[in-house]
């Protein structure tokens, strides 16, 4: 009755093959199937923004609302594939450093929604922020700590730009 | 007693939160990230009808269908009670659309949803009361037997004599508000995982703001020991005072687990959600104060009217806590409260964010406001003169030993330009002043007010502190570390706190009526100081000095005679550890409030709103709010902040767009997306004013912020409004079509 197929999915650079239905949604393979719980469950109706990732175009994507299958042959950064080797991502040590993380459930989706803002609009400013999580949903911080911590994140990036443009900036 | 802040190495800097990077990486876990060997999926058989009597009940269909592991109704739990004698599953009616009936575990999700809907109930609908004044009308039907009157509960109580005091009153000014139903909006929906494979052993897993009343309370209605029940908090995605109680999901998973032998997983869905959330319903209150000629309050009385919807669980509480409020604001002579709960075919009343006294302070706060501009005084003014202050003993016996309102009134207003602007605003503009008090843990308001801590100290300098509060958020964990890091002369990043596991960690009431900090701080001040009197031995010697010299700061330990000898603190541990003795370091801390019931220490707050109407669609801009709190010492500074800021988001959420909208019984906006709260794009401009009042008995004077705030968040904004439109707000939300129908701009309720 149940129409299984494989599909062919990249998360965070690891490519495995997964059986999935047609209903199943892309948050229930990365959750269920690859193991990946930092993406949360949350509304399952796209209103909360916790089960964000991020897309092979660099969007940011509701889990919840894509189809697993429309997923066959593409790739997906997910929370555990933003640290680096060397440490956090600037957007999370920013998170971090300015008192942007409460109860954490809702921080993975935040930290995705702002890595993909930034990465396709890294001089993205307040307005552009406040766009960018209006799908979002925190009543512990109430967004204004994450909000800051965006904009730390963008000055912080273009600070780093300009040093691989132009080399350290001397004193 | 009070120490200088220079003085202090560790507490009042700002601190990362310890688990801070682990919830930016996805490493934390939550409840319903746990998979357990043969986990099942439960569902609840939930009733569709308001009100009804079973005529039926027929699992046979569901208990056939391949997969199904468990299926239970009142005839398998007829002795689980839950609540104040409530079964936990319904035989003969239902009371609310929500109801539990029966419950299925399967091996997944659909096929517990299947069987779910293979239960056949056979219902005879009954009129439903769908409101307080249904309830109450001659002739209606009595939901419970022992409600007479469909009251749940009733609490009354007069405090000095306010029959004289409003008799001696030279003005006397009523009003009477409401707020409606609301939901906390958890990041993290109710969850919770059950394993009681063994008979002789339960573990619950689930996010809660205090393991110890779960455990005891699931303990109780399965009839187990408390030791029997094993409860594990990972990480709890929010509390906002709505997860303080063991809600039937949690029993029911328990039970599935135990006839399935296999662990079973419930998990809210989302219409689901705001069922067993079971936050606030509608509440009507009544102000009355009496002032003499200089504005000062003689008498003030309140009289509370609460929907407590179908059930009564631990509701009773939020007249204990509304009725002792006003004295913990005002110097009051004389008041006379009166609080019932009375019975509907809504969702059971409980907690949303600020505990009952956040949604009582928006017509307090409104009232109180009115009251001074009907005597002709600025409000600022009307406060100061009849604030609590440091040294007062209230009528309820409070005597408040540290009390920063006034600073906190003046500095907020001072900041915000009040003189400026009050009154002096352009048309559908406005300014709000709000004030509040909140209690620092609440003996008497439950049985005990306990909390436990251990540390262990290891030859390596590092250190682990076990306690079993719960960090919903608000980086309690973290503000534990500091305290005893402080203590003992290390640094957080020593210290590692294990928390969540009842079969590990120490007694704690949990992180409600605000008494972590204070309750559990001091707890862990205390074992901090057991362990560091165990290393002075070692370090006296080495530093040939008495043990009251001895300073530990840095990550080292010196003679205050000789500051320049330092021995590393790593070194004292080593060689303590390793003496002949043999000496394990292990420190253990209790504390437990002094007085027989009540609170000994408060945090007070002034906040001021500024607002903008838009007369078109009658939106509300909350443009800044400026928020001053004494919260006796900021033990984490930025975090601080953090608690303000979530405060205002929820303030103003409350105050302007929450409302859970029922229509006899059923929940008519039971998603994320219709139940309106405020996107970033929303929030206004928030200061901050750290005002530290040094309390006498909070650990290095340090008091709570974890709902203060809010309680002034609400009445400001609420002011605000009221300034701005120039006519009374009496309803909260003060939705937009509200706002146009106080203006005149349109008649009722828009679509």
């Known amino acids: 009755m149940t129409h299984r197929q494989f599909i ?26 690859f193991g990946l719980t930092g993406t949360k469950r949350g509304c399952t109706s796209g209103a909360c923004g916790v089960c964000t990732v991020q897309g092979d175009d660099g969007r940011a994507v509701l889990s919840c609302l894509s189809l697993a299958i429309q997923w066959d042959g593409r790739s997906v950064t997910t929370i555990e594939g933003v640290a680096g080797p060397e440490g956090l991502h600037p957007v999370q040590q920013a998170f ?12 993975p989706g935040l930290v995705m929604t702002v890595k993909a803002l930034l990465d396709r609009t890294p001089a993205a400013d307040a307005a552009a922020i406040d766009e960018a999580l209006a799908g979002a949903i925190c009543r512990c911080t109430g967004h204004i700590k994450v909000k800051e911590a965006a904009r730390q994140a963008v000055l912080r990036l273009q600070a780093a730009a300009q040093e691989q443009a132009h080399g350290p900036a001397q004193g | 007693m009070a120490r200088r802040k220079a003085d202090l190495a560790v507490v009042g800097r700002d601190q990362p939160r310890l688990d801070g990077a682990d919830k930016l990486t996805g490493r934390s876990l939550f409840t319903d990230d746990v998979v357990l060997p043969g986990m099942l999926v439960g569902k609840v058989v939930r009733s569709p009808h308001a009100r009804a009597r079973i005529l039926s009940i027929d699992t046979s269909a569901a208990r056939a269908l391949p997969g199904v592991k468990a299926v239970i109704t009142h005839a398998e739990a007829a002795k689980v009670v839950i609540g104040i004698n409530q079964p936990l599953f319904r035989s003969d009616t239902v009371n609310y659309i929500g109801d539990e009936v029966a419950a299925v575990a399967a091996v997944d999700e659909a096929t517990a949803a299947r069987a779910a809907a293979l239960v056949r109930v056979e219902y005879e609908p009954l009129p439903p009361l769908p409101t307080i004044d249904a309830a109450l009308a001659d002739g209606a039907p009595i939901l419970h037997a022992k409600a007479e009157g469909n009251l749940a509960w009733q609490s009354a109580e007069d405090r000095g004599d306010p029959d004289a005091g409003f008799g ?5 000014r009523e009003d009477t508000y409401t ?3 609301s939901h906390n909006c958890y990041a993290e929906f109710h969850a919770v995982v059950a394993d009681w494979s063994r008979p002789e052993r339960l573990t619950v897993w689930t996010p809660t703001q205090t393991a110890l009343l779960y455990q005891k309370s699931i303990a109780r209605s399965l ?11 990972l990480n709890t995605g929010g509390g906002f005072t709505g997860r303080t109680s063991a809600r039937p999901h949690h029993f029911v998973a328990a039970l599935l687990s135990r006839q399935a032998g296999r662990p079973v997983k419930i998990r809210a869905s989302a219409d689901e959600e705001f069922i067993v959330c079971r936050a606030g319903g509608e509440v009507r209150y009544r102000y009355r104060t009496g002032v003499d000629a200089d504005g000062r309050i003689l008498a003030f009385e309140a009289d509370l009217l609460f929907d407590t919807g179908a059930y009564v669980e631990t509701q009773m509480i939020v007249t204990t806590l509304t009725a002792a409020y006003i004295h913990t604001l005002y110097k009051v002579d004389a008041t006379r409260y009166r609080g019932r709960l009375v019975h509907t075919n809504n969702i059971p009343y409980y907690f949303h964010h600020g505990g009952g006294i956040a949604q009582m302070a928006f017509g307090l706060g409104l009232h109180m406001d009115a009251l001074a501009r009907q005597l002709g005084m600025d409000p600022v003014d ?9 040294g007062h003993t209230s009528l309820t016996g409070t005597y408040f030993a540290s009390c920063g309102l006034g600073e906190c009134i003046r500095r907020a207003t001072k900041q915000a330009g009040w003189k400026r602007k009050y009154g002096r605003q352009k048309p559908l503009r406005g300014i709000g002043l709000g004030i509040g008090a909140m209690a620092s843990g609440a003996k008497g308001v439950f049985r005990h007010d306990t909390s436990a801590a251990f540390i262990k100290v290891m030859d390596d300098g590092t250190m682990t502190l076990f306690v079993g509060l719960p960090d919903m958020g608000q980086s309690s964990h973290t503000a534990m570390a500091i305290i005893a890091a402080e203590v003992l002369g290390a640094e957080v990043a020593d210290i590692t706190v294990v928390s969540g596991d009842t079969d590990i960690t120490p007694l704690d009431v949990g992180a409600f009526t605000q008494r972590g900090t204070f309750n559990t701080g001091n707890a862990v001040k205390a074992a901090a100081l057991d362990a560091r009197r165990q290393l002075e031995v070692t370090a006296a010697a080495q530093l040939d000095c008495r043990r009251s010299q001895l300073v530990f700061r840095g990550r080292e330990v010196c003679s205050q005679a000789a500051p320049d000898r330092r021995v590393p603190l790593k070194k004292i541990i080593y060689d303590t550890l390793h003496s002949r003795e043999g000496r394990f370091v292990m420190g253990r801390g209790f504390y437990n409030s002094p007085k027989e019931s009540g609170t000994m220490a408060y945090s007070f707050g002034a906040q001021v709103a500024e607002v903008s109407i838009d007369p078109d669609s009658g939106v509300i801009t909350v443009e800044r709010v400026v928020v001053a709190h004494d919260v006796g010492r900021a033990i984490n500074p930025r975090i601080v902040e953090g608690q ?9 959420s409350q105050v302007l767009y929450e409302e859970t909208l029922l229509e006899d019984g059923q929940v008519l906006n039971p998603s994320r997306l219709d139940y309106k709260m405020p996107r970033s794009y929303e929030m206004p401009r928030v200061e901050h004013i750290i005002v530290e009042s040094i309390d006498p008995f909070g650990p290095f004077g340090a008091k709570e912020v974890g709902e203060g705030p809010i309680v002034c968040t609400v009445p400001a904004i609420a002011n605000a409004v009221a300034n701005a439109l120039g006519v009374p707000v009496t309803e909260m939300p003060i939705a937009p079509w509200k706002v146009l129908r106080l203006l005149g701009r349109r008649g009722g309720k828009g679509g």
């Open chain 1, 8 to 33: 062919t999915l990249t998360v965070n650079g690891d490519r495995r093959e997964v059986v999935v239905t047609p209903e199943m949604l892309l948050l229930d393979v990365l959750r269920d199937g």
């Open chain 1, 96 to 107: 971090l450093e300015f008192g942007a993380v409460q109860c954490g459930y809702c921080t």
């Open chain 2, 168 to 172: 001696a009153a030279a003005t006397i």
């Open chain 2, 179 to 181: 707020t409606h139903a």
């Open chain 2, 223 to 233: 009839g187990l020991t408390d030791g029997a029940v094993r409860l594990m908090t």
């Open chain 2, 382 to 390: 009307f406060h100061l003169k009849n604030m609590v202050t440091e």
């Open chain 2, 644 to 652: 303000m800021d979530g405060q205002v988001f929820s303030g103003m």
